[in-house]
C-alpha cells in the first residue's frame, strides 16, 4: 500500500468513526471538590452521561483526605441532591455503601425537574462533619 | 491506482454522509423528550399484567356492581368510558361525597405513583383501595371473598385463573365482614380482622391483591397515544419542517409558549407530559379558605406502609425496581399539600381540573396559571417554580390549541364496555 493510500484510508476511517460515534456522549471524567473546611476531598462520576431527568442512576464516590492523600474509609457518608431555585430536594432517600479503599456507592439519585442540582456528601468522622457539593445540571 | 480511487470514492461518499448528517438539525431535546409516548412499561410486580386472560377478567370485574357491598357501584360507575374514564364531577361521588376529583385511568399504567397523593405504587395496588372505602364501593375484602365463592361464574372465573380460593365455607375462621381498618381499629370490620389468624389473613390478601392484578391487566390495555401532536413530532424528525400539517398555526405556537416562556416542562416533562411526581401548585381551594389536604405528605407515608407496595409481600418482584424505589421514598414535610402532576394527554371529557376539580374547563386553568389569582399560598411547602405568565387573549388561545392537539387516536370500543362475560371471544 502506497503513503497515499494509506493516508487516504487513515482519512476514511477517520470519518467512518466520526460517523458512527455521532450522539454518543463519552462518559466524563470524575469531577473533583474539596469539602468546604478542606478535611476532605471528593470525586464522583455518574453511572450513566449525561445525568437524565427524571431517572434514576447511580454513582461512584472516592473519598480521601487530599487531591493525592490517604484514602477514606469506614466513614459515615451521607449523599443527597437539592436544587436551591425551587427550595427542594430530591423525593428519595439515597443508598451509600463503602466499598473499601475509598470507595463508596451511591444508589437512587433521582432529579426529577431539569435545571441546576447540588449534589451535597456530607462526611462525619468522630464529632466532626463536612460537607463537599458539586454542581448538576439537568437538561 | 485503482485503489486509491477507490478509496477516494469512499472518501467522497464518506464526506456526503458527513454533509448530510450536518444538513440535518437536532430537534429541540425538550420537545423530543414529550413524544411518542412508548409502549406501556411493564410491571414485574403483577405477573399477570400481560396475560390475556388476566385481562379479560379484569375487564369483566371493572364493569360488574358485585364489587360492591350493596351491588350498586362498578369501577365503571366513577371512571365512565363517556367522561374520559372520570365522573365528570369535582369531587368523587358514589356512596358518599370523596375529597379529590376522580382521576382518569386513561394511559394512567405509565404511572410511577397513583391516586393524587400518590399512595399506591402499582395500579394493582390502586385498584384494591375504592373497593373497600366506605364512600367508594363500601366493600371489604372477606365480603367480597365470600361473594366470589358463592356465585358461581364468579367463583369459576377467578379460580380458572388464580386457583383454589381460601376455605371460606368454614366460618369460624372467614367471618363475614372483614377488613383492616389502619385509622380505625375498634371498627367491628378491623376487629374481626384482627381475630383471624395470620395465615387465613394472608390467604385473603392474596386474593384481593389478584382481583387487585386482574383489574390492572384490563386497566393498562386503556392507552390512547398517537395524537396529532405525535404526528408533528414524527414528521419534524422526518425532516419535514412543516411537521406534516399536524399542528395548526396557533398549536405550534401554543408548543413554542409551552416549551418556552410558559416553562410548562418544568413539570410536565416525558412523554406522558407529566414528571409522574408531585408539586404544590397553589391551586384556590374551592371555598377559598386555606388548603387543608396534606396530599403527597399524607400519601407518602400510606404506601410504604402498605402491605401491596411493591416490596410487600404480594408483590411478584419484591426485589425489583418498584421495590426499590418505595423503600427509599422520602417521608417530607415538603410533600404537604403536595399533588401528582396530572398528564396532558387526553384532557378533553376530563373536566373539571386540578385535585378537588377547582376548575371548570381548561379556560379557567390556562386563567390561573396566567394570573395566579387566588393562589393559596404556599402553605409548608418553599417550592419557588410558579410565576403568572400574564397570557395574552390569543396566547391562551394558542396554549389551548397545543393542549387539544394532545389527544390520542379513540379506544378500541371493545374496552370501553363491558363485556358479557370473562371468557368474551372478541378479546385479542
Known amino acids: ?139 | 491506482m485503482r485503489t486509491t480511487r477507490g478509496i477516494a470514492g469512499l472518501l467522497v461518499i464518506g464526506a456526503g454522509v458527513l454533509l448530510l448528517v450536518d444538513r440535518t438539525e437536532p430537534m429541540n431535546p425538550a420537545l423530543a423528550r414529550l413524544s411518542p409516548l412508548p409502549p406501556t412499561p411493564s410491571d414485574p410486580t403483577n405477573r399477570w399484567a400481560d396475560d390475556a386472560r388476566a385481562i379479560r377478567l379484569g375487564h369483566w370485574l371493572f364493569f360488574d356492581p358485585r364489587l360492591s357491598l350493596d351491588r350498586s357501584v362498578s369501577c365503571a360507575t366513577c371512571h365512565d368510558p363517556a367522561l374520559a374514564f372520570t365522573d365528570g364531577k369535582p369531587l368523587a361521588q358514589t356512596l358518599g361525597v370523596g375529597t379529590r376529583k376522580t382521576p382518569t385511568i386513561l394511559n394512567t399504567a405509565h404511572s410511577r405513583w397513583f391516586f393524587w397523593d400518590g399512595r399506591a405504587d402499582s395500579l394493582w395496588a390502586q385498584a384494591t383501595e375504592p373497593i373497600e372505602n366506605p364512600l367508594e364501593m363500601g366493600m371489604n375484602r372477606l365480603a367480597l371473598a365470600h361473594r366470589v365463592y358463592a356465585e358461581t361464574d364468579l367463583r369459576e372465573a377467578y379460580q380458572a385463573l388464580f386457583g383454589s380460593l381460601p376455605e371460606l365455607h368454614l366460618r369460624n375462621r372467614f367471618p363475614a365482614h372483614a377488613r383492616p381498618v389502619p385509622d380505625d381499629p375498634e371498627h367491628s370490620d378491623a376487629v374481626a380482622w384482627k381475630r383471624m389468624s395470620e395465615q387465613d389473613r394472608e390467604s385473603i390478601n392474596r386474593f384481593y391483591s389478584n382481583l387487585g392484578k386482574a383489574l390492572a391487566a384490563y386497566e393498562s390495555k386503556l392507552i390512547r397515544a398517537d395524537s396529532p401532536f405525535d404526528r408533528y413530532v414524527t414528521s419534524l424528525a422526518a425532516g419535514d419542517a412543516e411537521g406534516g400539517g399536524h399542528l395548526s398555526d396557533s398549536a405550534k405556537r401554543g408548543l413554542e409558549l409551552f416549551l418556552g416562556r410558559g416553562s410548562c416542562t418544568t413539570c410536565h416533562s416525558g412523554p406522558t407530559l407529566s414528571d409522574l411526581e408531585f408539586h404544590n401548585n397553589q391551586v384556590p381551594t374551592a371555598d377559598g379558605r386555606p388548603p387543608t389536604d396534606p396530599g403527597r405528605f399524607e400519601g407518602a407515608r400510606l404506601v410504604k406502609a402498605d402491605p401491596f407496595n411493591g416490596a410487600g409481600t404480594f408483590s411478584d418482584d419484591s426485589q425489583g425496581a418498584a421495590a426499590a424505589r418505595v423503600r427509599r421514598l422520602k417521608v417530607d414535610s415538603v410533600g404537604w399539600g403536595e399533588f401528582k402532576t396530572p398528564s396532558l394527554r387526553n384532557l378533553t371529557g376530563r373536566a373539571p381540573y386540578f385535585h378537588a376539580g377547582q376548575m371548570a374547563d381548561l379556560e379557567s386553568v390556562l386563567h390561573f396559571y396566567s394570573t395566579l389569582e387566588g393562589a393559596s399560598g404556599q402553605s409548608h411547602h418553599q417550592e419557588n417554580v410558579l410565576r403568572p405568565l400574564d397570557l395574552s387573549a390569543e396566547e391562551s388561545a394558542d396554549l389551548l390549541g397545543f393542549l387539544l392537539s394532545l389527544e390520542g387516536q379513540p379506544l378500541d370500543p371493545l374496552w370501553t364496555s363491558a363485556p358479557p362475560g370473562p371468557g368474551f371471544r372478541r378479546h385479542p
Open chain 1, 1 to 139: 500500500m502506497s503513503g497515499c493510500t494509506r493516508n487516504l484510508a487513515w482519512v476514511v476511517a477517520s470519518l467512518l468513526v466520526a460517523c458512527s460515534s455521532e450522539g454518543l456522549d463519552p462518559m466524563p471524567e470524575p469531577q473533583a471538590v474539596s469539602s468546604q473546611a478542606g478535611g476532605f476531598h471528593a470525586r464522583w462520576q455518574p453511572s450513566v452521561a449525561p445525568l437524565p431527568l427524571n431517572e434514576s442512576f447511580d454513582a461512584t464516590l472516592w473519598l480521601s483526605t487530599g487531591a493525592n492523600g490517604v484514602p477514606i474509609e469506614g466513614a459515615q457518608v451521607s449523599v443527597d441532591c437539592r436544587m436551591p431555585a425551587h427550595r427542594h430536594g430530591m423525593l428519595q432517600e439515597v443508598e451509600v455503601s463503602d466499598e473499601g479503599h475509598g470507595r463508596y456507592r451511591v444508589l437512587g439519585l433521582l432529579c426529577h425537574m431539569p435545571g441546576r442540582w447540588v449534589l451535597h456528601v456530607d462526611l462525619t468522622r468522630g464529632a466532626i462533619t463536612e460537607r463537599a457539593q458539586f454542581d448538576l445540571v439537568i437538561e
